[in-house]
């Protein structure tokens, strides 16, 4: 899967780009059916603000840090992704578990006469 980078009054380095790949390779262990991969960077002032959304199948899933350094602001932000990835990994499983739950015990009605 090929991240797209967006940079806003800030240019990117090839350093930069690097890490996010190597950050983002954690979020792709939990989520499958990945369709695309946005890395916004903007400098605001003093500030870099980073935005990442990943967006797939059955979810999407966004984070946004702001630090003075951008590779701290990816690692943030890649940090507070993985969070949200795992629940949502989560989240699947359990409402896959229920569905199929549920479809068992209509299955097994059983009727005496």
């Not at 400098?43 to 899933?61: A, C, N, P, W």
Request: charged share 35%; net charge positive; glycine share 2%.
């Amino acid at each position: 899967m090929k991240v797209e980078y967006i940079a806003r009054k800030v240019t990117l380095t090839d350093q930069s780009r690097q890490v996010a790949e190597k950050k983002l390779a954690k979020v792709k262990k939990y989520l499958k059916h990945i369709l695309y991969e946005r890395v916004e960077v903007e400098q605001e002032r003093h500030l870099h603000v980073v935005d990442i959304s990943v967006r797939g199948k059955d979810f999407v899933v966004q984070s946004t840090a702001q630090n003075k350094d951008v590779l701290a602001a990816i690692q943030e932000a890649v940090d507070k992704l993985e969070i949200q990835a795992r629940r949502a990994k989560t989240r699947l499983k359990d409402h896959n578990k229920r569905a199929g739950s549920e479809a068992k015990t209509d299955q097994s009605w059983g009727v005496d006469v």
